[in-house]
């Protein structure tokens, strides 16, 4: 499997990752903006943006027109947007090809951005922010990146404040696009039942016409930390959660496979150290898990789960004894191979949709200028040696480094910064 890139004429690129196999195709734009590009008054434009290209062309004047044409043909459409990125895609049937590219194209240079709509949508999406902030589950990753990033725009809340939603209009959103939504700044990939020679012809029809120029590029991030970081956020609920994690390091390092192999054994799958310390011998969490997040500049190596308060202290502890072993101790062999034959096992996996497929190289093309293949990627995989993964931990797992964000009916934050230690 191997992805094609080429530029077109007004400078758009475009990837094509052919699956002969395939009877679908998933059309994914991406455009290399999101919420750090923001300035704090317009703070969740990007994400608003996104809903709005979905409210109307000239040619399809509804929602529901786009939907039902997309709904006509069994297809699949949405949207996304994150601190770096933003992606517009539809899976259909590869005989739709035509009319799948028609109605990405005219959402993403036709959209009327009309008043009435705008107004409108400014609700939904508060009521968007409004169900986050009552799933703890998920607020506590935004209050774990506001402490791992602060007042500056990798801290701030991808949907924007109810505050900041109000300063968005039309005026706002126009702007916006002329700052970002350029060819230089886009990737449009095909992957499915495609040849590149259809490709670039029907991305030259249908985006040929965009014209290119310089795009606004976001402020690196800034921050500093000498001792543990805990932020507590009270609210009275049923299971109390807690992101407890280190700042690593940034998208294309060339440690992330070590990085990623140390999550694999501490936190991903039902095996993994921490399920099952702290649930399956202790049975203090239904779920715990590890992510390792990357930036253009920044990163993080973070461990989740929820637990019933009263026992919050003791899953901590148990987690950060955990971070200590791995460091002291290292692993095994076992622990490491079957660490190894997991990821590569979930990459297989995750390439049986083109949407997927779509997403994995696109992503890669978008930010670091280059892809690996599945292959390049298990043999970085199989490098990995116990000691990397050792030397990793305690490089990474470092008392003045530790991050801890919680949510749950808890008043006295000093009590958790007094816990976070290693």
Same mark, same amino acid.
């Given at each position: ?27 994914l734009v991406f455009?290399?903006t999101?919420s ?12 608003f ?15 529901a ?5 997309i ?17 517009y895609?539809v ?19 036709n ?18 922010l ?6 703890p ?8 990146e ?16 109810l505050?900041s939603?109000?300063?968005?209009? =039309?005026?706002?959103?126009? %702007?916006?696009? #002329?700052? &970002? ?6 990737? *449009?990939?095909? /992957?499915?039942?495609?040849?590149e ?13 965009l ?10 991030a ?8 805990v ?11 807690f992101?407890l994690?280190? =700042?690593?390091?940034?998208l %294309?390092?060339? #440690?992330? &496979? ?6 694999? *054994?501490?936190? /991903?799958g ?5 399920f099952l310390?702290?649930r ?7 779920y715990?898990?590890?992510s390792?997040d ?6 993080a ?30 692993l ?11 990821m ?10 083109s949407?997927?497929v ?5 992503l ?10 599945p292959?390049n990627?298990?043999s970085e995989?199989?490098?990995v ?13 470092k ?8 949510i ?5 934050q000093?009590?958790?910064?007094s816990?976070?230690?290693?």
């Amino acid at each position: 499997m191997q992805a094609k890139v080429k530029k077109l004429r007004n400078n758009l690129s475009l990837m094509t990752v052919n699956l002969p196999a395939f009877k679908s195709v998933t059309i994914l734009v991406f455009v290399a903006t999101g919420s750090r590009y923001e300035i704090k008054r317009t703070n969740g434009i990007a994400h608003f943006a996104e809903h709005m290209f979905f409210k109307g062309t000239k040619k399809r004047p509804t929602a529901a027109d786009i939907s039902a044409t997309i709904d006509g043909i069994g297809g699949e459409f949405n949207a996304f947007t994150s601190k770096e990125y933003t992606g517009y895609y539809v899976k259909g049937s590869s005989q739709h090809l035509d009319l799948i590219m028609d109605v990405l194209s005219d959402m993403l240079l036709n959209s009327k951005f009309e008043q009435k709509e705008i107004d409108k949508e400014r609700g939904v999406i508060g009521e968007e922010l409004r169900m986050y902030l009552d799933q703890p589950m998920r607020y506590v990753a935004e209050i774990y990146e506001e402490l791992l990033y602060g007042d500056q725009p990798l801290g701030w809340d991808t949907v924007g404040t109810l505050e900041s939603l109000t300063n968005i209009n =039309r005026d706002q959103f126009l %702007g916006y696009l #002329d700052d &970002y939504y350029h060819p230089n700044n886009m990737l *449009v990939v095909i /992957a499915g039942d495609i040849t590149e020679e259809k490709a670039e012809a029907l991305t030259d029809k249908y985006f040929g016409s965009l014209q290119d120029k310089e795009t606004k590029k976001f402020l690196p991030a800034k921050f500093s930390q000498a001792q543990p970081a805990v932020r507590l956020f009270e609210k009275d609920t049923e299971q109390a959660h807690f992101c407890l994690g280190v =700042r690593s390091l940034p998208l %294309g390092n060339p #440690d992330r &496979y070590k990085i990623s192999v140390l999550n694999t *054994v501490l936190g /991903a799958g039902m095996s993994s150290r921490l399920f099952l310390e702290v649930r399956e011998r202790r049975g203090l969490a239904y779920y715990v898990r590890g992510s390792v997040d990357e930036y253009l500049d920044a990163g993080a190596v973070t461990f989740q789960a929820g637990v019933e308060p009263k026992k919050i202290e003791e899953a901590i502890k148990v987690v950060l004894a955990e971070l200590n072993k791995i460091a002291e101790k290292g692993l095994s062999s076992v622990e490491l191979n079957k660490a190894k034959e997991y990821m590569k096992g979930k990459l297989v996996l995750g390439l049986e949709d083109s949407r997927d497929v779509a997403m994995m190289f696109g992503l890669e093309q978008l930010l670091e200028k280059k892809t690996r293949t599945p292959e390049n990627i298990a043999s970085e995989i199989d490098k990995v040696r116990e000691e990397d993964v050792q030397e990793m931990a305690k490089n990474l797992f470092k008392n003045e480094g530790l991050n801890l964000a919680v949510i749950g009916p808890f008043k006295d934050q000093e009590n958790f910064a007094s816990i976070t230690k290693l």
